[in-house]
Structure formats: C-alpha cells, structure tokens
C-alpha cells in the first residue's frame, strides 16, 4: 500500500476458494482504490475496477464487503451512519474483464436503512440514489472517495 493512501475499510472478500478478511485503501486524490488479497496487490480507479497490479489481470468471481464510518448532519447536528458496502464482480468475460460488476450500499443512520439497490458498480450513482432517500436537510458529515 502506498503512502498517499488516506482512507482505509476493512472488510471481507469471498470467492470458490472461500474467504479472508481485508482492507481496502482509497488515495487521497479519491482515483486509486487498492487492496491485498492472497497476496497479490490489485489496484484501479475504482472499486469494481480493481486489477493485479504486476499483470492487471482483472479481479473477477468474487464479493467485497465492507463498512464506512459516515456523519451525517441533520436540523444542525451531526449524527453518525455507516455506510455498508457490497460489491459483486461477475466472472472474467471473453476479453478478461468481469461480466458484470454490481454495488450496493446500504446506509444505516437514524434507526433506518436507506438502500440504493444495485448501481452496476458505479458509487456515486449509488450515493446519490441514498442522498435522496434521506429526509430533507440531511447532508453527507464529510466529502467521500466518490470518484472511488
């Protein structure tokens, strides 16, 4: 992992091999999103767009999981959410990229879950899709690795 990373989640990657705990980092800039797994360093501008970083073979046939910590401010005051994360890459397609990436976020604050449904990997269509759910005047605590 590099040292521009700022932001690190752990969470769970899973795939026909089984399961092992691990933490995914976004860069600074918010446009390189790494993690180990196995081993191997996979890195991307995104989340569903993670490759090995020595052959940037795609990562594909898997489930990543994760949590984010997230303020949300509401009437004034700050009050804290979390951000659950579950993406799903499809196999390796004929030119070796999944065929299909698909995110869901599940924000939980205030006693309710508000759910974005699946997004086709896209996280900040899938943000704004919670942003809107939210009741009126609640924003984002802080700026998330959107671009991520």
Do not use: N
């Not at 691990?22 to 501008?45: C, D």
């Not at 879950?113 to 899938?126: L, R, V």
Request: include cysteine; charge should be negative.
């Amino acid at each position: 992992m590099s040292s521009e990373s700022t932001e690190v989640w752990t969470g769970w990657y899973r795939d026909r091999q089984g399961a092992e705990a691990i933490a995914l980092t976004v860069a600074a800039s918010g446009h390189k999103v790494r993690t180990r797994i196995r081993g191997v360093e996979y890195e991307g501008p995104s989340f569903g767009a993670l490759g090995a970083a020595d052959s940037g073979e795609a990562l594909a046939g898997c489930v990543l999981e994760w949590d984010m910590p997230l303020p949300v401010t509401l009437d004034g005051s700050v009050g804290q959410a979390t951000l659950s994360c579950l993406l799903a890459i499809g196999g390796p397609g004929p030119d070796g990229a999944p065929d299909r990436v698909d995110l869901s976020l599940t924000l939980h604050f205030g006693g309710a879950a508000y759910e974005s449904g699946i997004a086709g990997g896209d996280f900040d269509e899938a943000l704004g899709r919670i942003r809107r759910q939210l009741p009126e005047g609640a924003e984002f605590g802080q700026r998330l690795a959107t671009s991520a």
